[in-house]
């Protein structure tokens, strides 16, 4: 079901041809899309993984096409819809800075805001704003489409093609990024979509695809903990995260108010700023030269409760830690660096604002939701909660020193103690 005829496709390296409107071509010639060539979907990762080089620019052409199937397989869904679910999944990423989500260190610490602020922005106030008018939909609509925030009473499954536990953007991210790794973790999307319809409002599996949705969770907290918090290449992300910090306390180098100039970065652009900037040239040394942190301590918690994952993403706790580690081991508190999830659950947050999202599965049988996945699969039930990864790093020089300090202050006290309500 397409209202407008194909301009063109694209060959896709895991999604095979992937076809594009006149309209959709539009946007994808725009320079605020363009520039998502230019920036790694896994920034850091190619420490690690030397493949990882794909891009932003690729992963949103693939969420269009995910996005868009699952649009026509549910059948209250109109054209227009369809329409509107595809350009939104194509600019769902559009406000990324450079090196993707490590970008999100600058955001946030000198601006309290994130990439789905700018993705808002850039849409209803970019080059982007005509043109989605002159294709006939509303700026406003698609912008908070775009990141799963539409809304919409009664039809709340339309954020959830773009931001739920088994979402367009996952279901794409997944597959891509085990391909472009090598880790070889599948998923077979294809199943999920053809059985997925709207029960209640909501975006339900089948149940009689519980078995797939299971190999589809299990992939995800398998790459979590292999790909995107890999220790080596979270390593090379945390340094990459400071170096832009210093190189901002140095010279402010964008405003997020100035769209020209947001759009002028990517990994291209911002390197050489890093490589010059006085208080970042160190660690970009360092990179070049692959003397990466070390990990000298690490903790893995699963647990039911929030209150960890709040705990993790606590700069004020995280900062008294690696204060007290560096006293006891007698080196520069800049020497010592605790790192936790930006997301901190998987596999049910999609987002740093931790949103929790259960999977609605339908019964077949029935047609009816179930009330809870525990009656579907054991599996999924065990896995609603918070995977958490605790780690310290620091320099190869001070490797020992931070590790005894770690191991002796880490165990000394329940740091949730110190949280302030």
Same mark, same amino acid.
């Given at each position: 079901?397409?209202?407008?005829?194909?301009?063109?496709?694209?060959?896709?390296?895991?999604?095979?041809?992937?076809?594009?409107?006149?309209?959709?071509?539009?946007?994808?010639?725009?320079?605020?899309?363009?520039?998502?060539?230019?920036?790694?979907?896994?920034?850091?990762?190619?420490?690690?993984?030397?493949?990882?080089?794909?891009?932003?620019?690729?992963?949103?052409?693939?969420?269009m096409?995910?996005?868009?199937?699952?649009?026509?397989?549910l059948?209250?869904?109109?054209?227009?819809?369809?329409?509107?679910?595809?350009?939104?999944?194509l600019?769902?990423?559009?406000?990324?800075?450079?090196?993707?989500?490590?970008?999100?260190?600058?955001?946030?610490?000198?601006?309290?805001?994130?990439?789905?602020?700018?993705?808002?922005?850039?849409?209803?106030?970019?080059?982007?704003?005509?043109?989605i008018?002159?294709?006939?939909?509303?700026?406003?609509?698609?912008?908070?489409?775009?990141?799963?925030?539409?809304?919409?009473?009664?039809?709340?499954?339309?954020?959830?093609?773009?931001?739920?536990?088994?979402?367009?953007?996952?279901?794409?991210?997944?597959?891509?990024?085990?391909?472009?790794?090598?880790?070889?973790?599948?998923?077979?999307?294809?199943?999920?979509?053809?059985?997925?319809?709207?029960?209640?409002?909501?975006?339900? @599996?089948?149940?009689?695809a519980?078995?797939?949705?299971?190999?589809?969770?299990?992939?995800?907290?398998?790459?979590?903990?292999? @790909?995107?918090?890999?220790?080596?290449a979270?390593?090379?992300?945390?340094?990459?995260?400071?170096?832009?910090?210093?190189?901002?306390?140095d010279t402010?180098?964008?405003?997020?108010?100035?769209?020209?100039?947001y759009?002028?970065?990517?990994?291209?652009?911002?390197?050489?700023?890093?490589?010059?900037?006085?208080?970042?040239?160190?660690?970009?040394?360092?990179?070049e030269?692959?003397?990466?942190?070390?990990?000298?301590?690490?903790?893995?918690?699963?647990?039911?409760?929030?209150?960890?994952?709040?705990i993790?993403?606590?700069?004020?706790?995280?900062?008294?830690?690696e204060?007290?580690?560096?006293?006891?081991?007698?080196?520069?508190?800049?020497?010592?660096?605790?790192?936790?999830?930006?997301?901190?659950?998987?596999?049910?947050s999609?987002?740093?604002?931790?949103?929790?999202?259960?999977?609605?599965?339908?019964?077949?049988?029935?047609?009816?939701?179930?009330?809870?996945?525990?009656?579907?699969?054991?599996?999924?039930?065990?896995?609603?909660?918070?995977?958490?990864?605790?780690?310290?790093?620091?320099?190869?020089?001070?490797?020992?020193?931070?590790?005894?300090?770690?191991?002796?202050i880490?165990?000394?006290?329940?740091?949730?103690?110190?949280?302030?309500?």
């Amino acid at each position: 079901m397409q209202s407008k005829k194909w301009w063109g496709f694209i060959k896709d390296p895991v999604f095979g041809y992937i076809h594009f409107t006149p309209e959709e071509k539009n946007v994808i010639d725009t320079k605020t899309f363009q520039r998502l060539i230019r920036i790694r979907q896994l920034a850091g990762a190619e420490y690690v993984y030397p493949g990882a080089n794909h891009t932003r620019f690729e992963h949103s052409i693939g969420v269009m096409h995910i996005a868009g199937e699952l649009a026509k397989n549910l059948e209250c869904m109109t054209v227009d819809e369809i329409n509107e679910i595809r350009l939104a999944g194509l600019l769902h990423d559009i406000g990324h800075g450079a090196f993707s989500h490590i970008f999100e260190t600058v955001l946030h610490k000198f601006f309290k805001i994130n990439h789905e602020d700018m993705t808002r922005k850039l849409i209803r106030e970019g080059e982007l704003k005509d043109i989605i008018k002159d294709a006939g939909y509303s700026p406003e609509k698609i912008s908070r489409l775009a990141i799963g925030q539409l809304n919409e009473r009664r039809k709340e499954y339309l954020d959830q093609i773009l931001r739920s536990t088994v979402d367009a953007d996952k279901m794409d991210y997944i597959v891509r990024d085990s391909y472009h790794t090598g880790a070889g973790y599948s998923a077979d999307v294809w199943r999920m979509i053809y059985t997925m319809e709207v029960a209640n409002n909501q975006l339900s @599996i089948s149940s009689t695809a519980i078995y797939t949705l299971e190999a589809f969770l299990l992939a995800r907290v398998e790459s979590f903990k292999s @790909i995107y918090f890999h220790k080596t290449a979270r390593a090379a992300q945390i340094m990459i995260g400071k170096a832009l910090v210093k190189a901002y306390e140095d010279t402010p180098f964008f405003s997020p108010n100035n769209l020209e100039e947001y759009i002028e970065l990517s990994d291209y652009t911002v390197w050489p700023i890093l490589k010059n900037s006085k208080s970042a040239a160190k660690i970009i040394d360092d990179l070049e030269h692959r003397r990466l942190l070390k990990s000298v301590y690490e903790n893995i918690v699963i647990t039911k409760e929030e209150l960890m994952s709040r705990i993790f993403t606590k700069d004020h706790v995280k900062t008294t830690i690696e204060r007290e580690i560096a006293v006891d081991a007698g080196v520069s508190e800049d020497e010592v660096l605790i790192d936790s999830p930006l997301v901190p659950s998987v596999p049910y947050s999609s987002s740093a604002k931790d949103e929790r999202f259960d999977v609605h599965i339908f019964d077949k049988k029935t047609n009816n939701l179930l009330e809870s996945s525990g009656e579907a699969s054991k599996i999924i039930e065990a896995m609603k909660g918070y995977l958490n990864i605790l780690r310290v790093y620091t320099t190869a020089e001070n490797r020992d020193k931070v590790r005894k300090a770690a191991l002796k202050i880490l165990s000394s006290e329940p740091y949730e103690l110190k949280i302030a309500t």
